[in-house]
T-cell receptor, first 112, second 110 residues
Framework: DSGVTQTPKHLITATGQRVTLRCSPR?????VYWYQQSLDQGLQFLIH???????AKGNILERFSAQQFPDLHSELNLSSLELGDSALYFC???????????FGPGTRLTVL | SQQGEEDPQALSIQEGENATMNCSYK?????LQWYRQNSGRGLVHLIL?????REKHSGRLRVTLDTSKKSSSLLITASRAADTASYFC??????????FGAGTTVTVRA
């Protein structure tokens, strides 16, 4: 158990819908990262927050947005969902920005 | 796009043998990390090696880094069935982004 929690574990929804994925980092970790893992694209970095502020942006679509709240938990919002958005979404946390990352168990999103 | 590329894509070894996988990357890095992932589950951090380090050990794991060749290797000694997993290298660059390779799938046969 990494100490990072993600909810929900599974999510099944329809195209065009909007979903919110939630992540609670390990106690004391200030950085939260979001990743998307799919069979064709592999593991892709989406976005990194540090202590509430966006630190780095990766291959995140404009339909996706994220935020980190004062209590350091983070949410990833996915809107106007498409079939291709079906993937495993991982959250990870670390103490700072140049440290090992601890991954949550992931949220499996299926868009039908 | 992926910065790191692992080689080989897949590896099958007998229990007790050593497993070696390599990672090559393209741009300068702050550090390079190796992770393990069991099927469909979260990634587990194995080792982080910084750009000014050349070698690091952790239990049965040995990682080397050659920044002049932009490559790293992960050696698992005396493999066990429980080592069966996918192994990913990830490079962290100056812009705080962690880029993962496609991974090496390791199967350890009993």
């Amino acid at each position: 158990d990494s100490g990072v929690t993600q909810t929900p574990k599974h999510l099944i929804t329809a195209t065009g819908q909007r979903v919110t994925l939630r992540c609670s980092p390990r106690s004391g970790d200030l950085s939260v990262y979001w990743y998307q893992q799919s069979l064709d694209q592999g593991l892709q970095f989406l976005i990194h927050y540090y202590n509430g502020e966006e630190r780095a942006k990766g291959n995140i679509l404009e339909r996706f947005s994220a935020q980190q709240f004062p209590d350091l938990h983070s949410e990833l919002n996915l809107s106007s969902l498409e079939l291709g958005d079906s993937a495993l979404y991982f959250c990870a946390s670390s103490v700072g920005s140049d440290n090992e990352q601890f991954f949550g168990p992931g949220t499996r999103l299926t868009v039908l | 796009s992926q910065q790191g590329e692992e080689d080989p894509q897949a590896l099958s070894i007998q229990e007790g043998e050593n497993a070696t996988m390599n990672c090559s990357y393209k741009t300068s890095i702050n550090n390079l990390q190796w992770y393990r992932q069991n099927s469909g589950r979260g990634l587990v951090h194995l080792i982080l090696i910084r750009s000014n380090e050349r070698e690091k050990h952790s239990g049965r794991l040995r990682v080397t880094l050659d920044t002049s060749k932009k490559s790293s290797s992960l050696l698992i000694t005396a493999s066990r069935a429980a080592d069966t997993a996918s192994y990913f290298c990830a490079t962290e660059s100056n812009d705080y982004k962690l880029s993962f390779g496609a991974g090496t799938t390791v199967t350890v046969r009993a």
